[in-house]
């Protein structure tokens, strides 16, 4: 093995230059850090630049049968970060490809090489006429696009299946041949970018949340945005108003749905951690009661026990009937529901900046997190997205940096199982996780995201301290807890960490039977991603 | 091997008579394909019993589910020498769910089923619907991508999952659903690891034995608008402005049709046998004169509003205001509006022109079509090269078995005016050579992409008019792709053209065929070499 890479690394460092072929122990280290305890050995990291030098990187690691593992950027945090699922791979980290190409400005579409994050699409796209919607996530503006997006991640603004907005791929293959759709290689390149299906069997799909290739690039269809964008928030009196709210953003996304984004039901316990610190010395002293103290917490602080939030988007003329059709579906049940533009946001923040620094706090920590919303919902990336992340280190989130959850030593897995939309399964899962992470001692911070009228993801983040064995090991057994009861009760992740893949691959089954033939046919010798949804 | 299949069926379920095999080499692109037998499965078990027969005895399947693939080969096979897999007996319809808009279909449900169905289930949800009406196939269409004319036109996309019987005989369902959560595998599409089922849509690797698809929801309300532009050069202005009128109300259109005057002439005038042979014109000026005469304008673009009466009501305002300045008057028109004006005509009957009152009545069938509910006539439209014309009973019309000549060349086309404008009248100059109608109409599939329908009609028992029709759509698909756009779908003699193995994309394709299906016995060249 040794030998094997230290030749292709000969000759991958005379194709990239010493400096792009990082093989020294302190280099590596960058890509080791994971929001986990997860340890792998990592055999190098190449930095291409070109799609030509993936394909050279493949052809050199094809002769010398050393497996590749690529990443966009490595920020994958509480999935792996930019860990392989096995040691000893080569990591080739695309991040220094991020160039934006053939933007249309009439179609909304853009061409973007793996390593162009959510903040650069989003500064493009400002200066070039402010016409369309950034996919933003709550990763940050230093995730990926593409990563995000083959990961089949979702995001907060329309389109907000990420996957469903790519509408066609470039992927270099082990054999190191360049794969475009049947369109493409008809010479209607056009087509390509406008037309996700293309002709023939739908073979694009093949690459996302798989290890058949390197994806070198992408066309993505962007979302124009509207002249009106409001955010609306529910809230609910009662824990039992769980059932209730599901219905009601169940009705909203099927009558309303093309004029709002992804709407998400989010707990107590988890608004009120994106407002205050976690109260440390509190629950030292008495952590049998944890849960309680953080619900009484939240109940201070005037957090619901559930609020729904969303966003609309809709034409000047349009908007009014909107509101009082979606005003409509909520009925007049003692919810409250109010809508926040930026313009009355940001008179709500001209009245306090008159009064005294210290008064109505609780009111002005709010509006910060009414403007992140409101950011996002127009598609401007957020860094304080991340914070989350920080919440069981001692020290907080570090000020002054770019944030990063891995290097910082944060400590996070997500559990992000998909359930369909109905009252009684969300509501046995919602039991179920309460008291699994009661269990483990976890904080039960609960959202539940709409996918369509018919799903939610439910991003669960399990955010312990590493340095903290126990907590660590707690978190690890939460986590698997969470994946194994939640599939007893009719649940499965919508995606995997790397220590997770093992669990998903069920050879007997004829689906990774597939998978497996397709692999063995694409790549005979395993060198692209070994054990990445895959055996 | 046929008495082997008989064994596992019944004799009555297996076809070899030149009489019964009949109707499945019917067509109407004049393909002739040699067909070895036609099975009736009724349940998967039983299809999973052919698929192991023929994979032992190397018997080529074509699975077909209703064989009403007009224009693109009906129910032939792509090649030579297959038994025909019909699954128009199975027909069930399961797993209805009425809060979560979900249902699960075989191959031989048809639009007209599903419509009775769902509109016993309290009316809650529209049909997917196109112009193929109610004998045509769900699941058929979907595989094949079909578009429709209601919300969630996408069939392809509304697939959430399905099951395929692969070539050794083996199930293939979603990694979800070998996790055990079934529920969850219905209401999401892409599942988890890499997405597969996509692999069953335009392909020869399985036979897909059920799929369940999400329906779009009825709403309160439903509003077409009709305006049209009065100067050819007006082309480009029309489409930015289609385009923009995508981008600002997209939330409640489902999809704008541009309809060119010729496709409006021929859907309520006879072809004009007789004039078009002694006219000094050019073929397709005569045509376009014609049109002029009877009041079409050169592009008509038509729309529905799906959504709440207020919502609707507030975008009517906006969209008049947005096209005022680029045609004279908008129409709106919805189902009680039609009603009303047909009863308020009732009497003056016998005053006014036949052709009128007939209008008011044909304006129901794009508007049952825009409702989710399904008829045949749209279908009419085949029969417009036959002298004989439309039968009498449109209920039951079947374009194959009647005998008219259609292929459908249905190109993509990016949503950019200048490329319209080139596409356009290059449509038309090819038409105007082959002496064949150029009814074109431009259907948006989103706020950048139209899909252009254009219908080469002919008349088989005229060879002359025939062979023209035939080089006709292959100078279209040559032609149009050297322009830069090229189908969403191809018909069975299509298929040469559309695969090449130099490229990446089909040397893909060949593995993941020799490594699903080694002997090859599964649709051979169906979107495939082999």
């Given at each position: 093995m040794l030998n094997k890479l230290s030749s292709a690394a000969l000759e991958w460092q005379s194709l990239l230059g010493q400096e792009r072929v990082k093989i020294q122990t302190e280099d590596l280290k960058r890509y080791q850090a994971d929001t986990s305890r997860v340890e792998r050995v990592i055999g190098a990291v190449l930095l291409p630049k070109t799609r030509d030098e993936v394909v050279a990187i493949v052809?050199?690691?094809?002769?010398?049968?050393?497996?590749?593992?690529?990443?966009?950027?490595?920020?994958?945090?509480?999935?792996?970060?930019?860990?392989?699922?096995?040691?000893?791979?080569?990591?080739?980290?695309?991040?220094?490809?991020?160039?934006?190409?053939?933007?249309?400005?009439?179609?909304?579409?853009?061409?973007?090489?793996?390593?162009?994050?959510?903040?650069?699409?989003?500064?493009?796209?400002?200066?070039?006429?402010?016409?369309?919607?950034?996919?933003?996530?709550?990763?940050?503006?230093?995730?990926?696009?593409?990563?995000?997006?083959?990961?089949r991640g979702f995001g907060l603004v329309p389109v907000s299946d990420h996957f469903l907005s790519i509408m066609n791929l470039e992927v270099v293959l082990a054999d190191g041949s360049v794969y475009h759709s049947a369109i493409h290689a008809k010479g209607c390149a056009d087509v390509c970018d406008v037309f996700k299906w293309g002709i023939g069997p739908y073979i694009d799909g093949i690459f996302s949340q798989s290890n058949f290739g390197i994806v070198t690039a992408a066309t993505i269809a962007l979302k124009p945005k509207q002249d009106c964008m409001e955010i609306f928030i529910i809230e609910f009196i009662d824990q039992e108003d769980l059932e209730s709210a599901v219905v009601i953003v169940r009705k909203i996304l099927k009558e309303l749905g093309c004029f709002a984004s992804a709407i998400s039901i989010v707990n107590d316990l988890r608004l009120s951690a994106m407002n205050t610190n976690y109260p440390f010395e509190v629950i030292k002293k008495n952590p049998q009661q944890a849960k309680a103290i953080l619900r009484k917490l939240a109940q201070e602080g005037g957090f619901p026990p559930w609020a729904c939030v969303g966003s609309l988007y809709a034409h000047r003329y349009v908007v009014d009937a909107v509101k009082k059709e979606l005003k409509k579906l909520v009925g007049h049940k003692p919810w409250k529901i109010q809508f926040v533009s930026k313009a009355k946001a940001g008179m709500i923040e001209a009245v306090l900046d008159r009064l005294p620094k210290g008064m109505f706090k609780t009111i002005r920590n709010r509006i910060d997190k009414i403007n992140m919303t409101l950011d996002l919902a127009s598609g401007r990336p957020?860094?304080?997205?991340?914070?989350?992340?920080?919440?069981?280190?001692?020290?907080?989130?570090?000020?002054?940096k770019t944030l990063n959850p891995a290097q910082d030593g944060c400590g996070i897995y997500w559990y992000v199982p998909f359930l369909p939309m109905q009252a009684d399964i969300v509501n046995r899962y919602v039991n179920f996780v309460e008291a699994t992470c009661d269990a483990y001692g976890i904080e039960p911070m609960i959202v539940l995201t709409s996918l369509s009228e018919r799903c939610f993801a439910s991003p669960i983040p399990i955010v312990f301290d590493p340095k903290n064995i126990d907590q660590a090991k707690r978190a690890k057994d939460c986590l698997n807890a969470l994946i194994e009861g939640g599939r007893a009760i009719g649940v499965y992740p919508h995606r995997l960490g790397i220590e997770m893949m093992e669990d998903v691959v069920e050879p007997e089954h004829a689906f990774w039977a597939v998978q497996q033939s397709i692999k063995d046919a694409l790549d005979p010798q395993n060198i692209m991603s070994p054990g990445r949804y895959s055996r | 091997?046929?008495?082997?299949?008989?064994?596992?069926?019944?004799?009555?379920?297996?076809?070899?008579?030149?009489?019964?095999?009949?109707?499945?080499?019917?067509?109407t692109t004049g393909v002739k394909r040699d067909i070895l037998a036609v099975v009736y499965p009724k349940s998967r078990d039983e299809v999973i019993s052919i698929v192991k027969l023929a994979h032992e005895n190397n018997i080529s399947l074509y699975p077909v589910s209703k064989g009403n693939n007009w224009g693109y080969g009906s129910a032939n096979p792509a090649s030579d020498g297959c038994v025909i897999v019909m699954l128009s007996e199975m027909k069930k319809i399961s797993g209805y769910e009425p809060h979560l808009g979900l249902i699960t279909v075989e191959p031989g449900v048809t639009q007209g089923q599903l419509a009775k169905f769902l509109l016993e289930k309290n009316d809650k949800y529209l049909t997917p619907t196109t112009g193929a009406g109610p004998e045509g196939s769900i699941l058929g269409n979907a595989l094949e991508r079909g578009y429709g004319l209601v919300p969630l036109a996408d069939h392809f996309f509304a697939v959430m999952s399905l099951e395929a019987i692969l070539a050794d005989g083996t199930i293939y369902r979603s990694a979800i659903n070998a996790k055990g959560c079934e529920v969850v595998d219905r209401v999401y599409k892409w599942g988890i690891g890499p997405y597969l089922d996509g692999l069953f849509s335009q392909s020869n690797f399985g036979i897909v034995t059920q799929m369940t698809i999400g329906l779009a929801p009825r709403p309160e309300h439903v509003e077409t608008f009709f305006f049209d532009v009065a100067s050819e050069a007006d082309l480009e202005k029309t489409v930015d402005l289609v385009r923009n009128i995508l981008i600002e109300h997209g939330a409640l259109i489902s999809s704008i049709k541009m309809i060119s005057a010729l496709q409006l002439l021929s859907m309520s005038l006879p072809f004009p046998f007789d004039d078009i042979e002694n006219t000094s014109e050019g073929f397709v000026a005569h045509l376009k004169k014609q049109a002029k005469k009877a009041g079409y304008r050169p592009w008509t673009c038509v729309g529905s509003f799906y959504g709440q009466r207020s919502i609707i009501k507030a975008a009517k305002r906006a969209l008049k205001t947005k096209i005022k300045p680029h045609a004279k008057r908008v129409i709106f028109l919805t189902r009680a509006r039609v009603l009303f004006l047909q009863k308020l005509l009732v009497p003056f009957r016998g005053l006014i022109k036949g052709s009128l009152f007939m209008q008011f009545q044909k304006m129901l069938i794009p508007l049952d079509l825009s409702e989710g509910r399904p008829n045949g006539g749209a279908l009419a439209l085949c029969y417009r090269q036959l002298r004989r014309g439309v039968p009498e009973d449109i209920s039951n019309l079947n374009p194959a078995r009647d005998g008219?000549?259609?292929?459908?060349?249905?190109?993509?086309?990016?949503?950019?005016?200048?490329?319209?404008?080139?596409?356009?009248?290059?449509?038309?100059?090819?038409?105007?050579?082959?002496?064949?109608?150029?009814?074109?109409?431009?259907?948006?599939?989103?706020?950048?992409?139209?899909?252009?329908?254009?219908?080469?009609?002919?008349?088989?028992?005229?060879?002359?008019?025939?062979?023209?029709?035939?080089?006709?759509?292959?100078?279209?698909?040559?032609?149009?792709?050297?322009?830069?756009?090229?189908?969403?779908?191809?018909g069975i003699d299509m298929m040469k053209d559309l695969v090449d193995e130099k490229q990446p994309f089909w040397a893909v394709q060949r593995l993941i065929k020799k490594a699903l299906d080694p002997k090859g016995i599964m649709s051979p060249g169906r979107y495939s070499k082999q």
């Open positions: 052809k050199i690691a094809a002769l010398y049968g050393v497996a590749l593992y690529p990443i966009s950027k490595g920020n994958n945090w509480g999935h792996g970060s930019a860990n392989p699922v096995m040691n000893d791979c080569v990591i080739v980290d695309l991040s220094q490809m991020n160039a934006l190409s053939r933007f249309d400005t009439e179609l909304g579409i853009i061409t973007i090489e793996p390593g162009v994050t959510q903040g650069q699409l989003s500064d493009f796209l400002l200066k070039n006429g402010d016409f369309y919607l950034t996919p933003t996530t709550s990763a940050g503006p230093n995730a990926t696009i593409l990563g995000n997006a083959l990961e957020r860094e304080e997205v991340l914070h989350i992340c920080y919440r069981q280190l001692p020290g907080g989130v570090p000020q002054g | 091997m046929i008495e082997k299949m008989v064994a596992i069926l019944d004799d009555e379920r297996v076809k070899t008579n030149d009489e019964d095999l009949k109707p499945y080499r019917a067509d008219c000549g259609l292929f459908w060349y249905a190109p993509l086309v990016p949503m950019k005016a200048a490329l319209v404008r080139k596409f356009i009248t290059f449509v038309e100059a090819t038409c105007e050579k082959y002496r064949i109608e150029p009814l074109i109409t431009l259907s948006s599939v989103s706020e950048k992409c139209f899909d252009s329908t254009v219908p080469i009609l002919f008349d088989p028992s005229n060879s002359d008019q025939t062979e023209r029709a035939k080089a006709c759509f292959q100078e279209l698909l040559e032609g149009g792709r050297q322009l830069g756009v090229y189908p969403y779908r191809a």
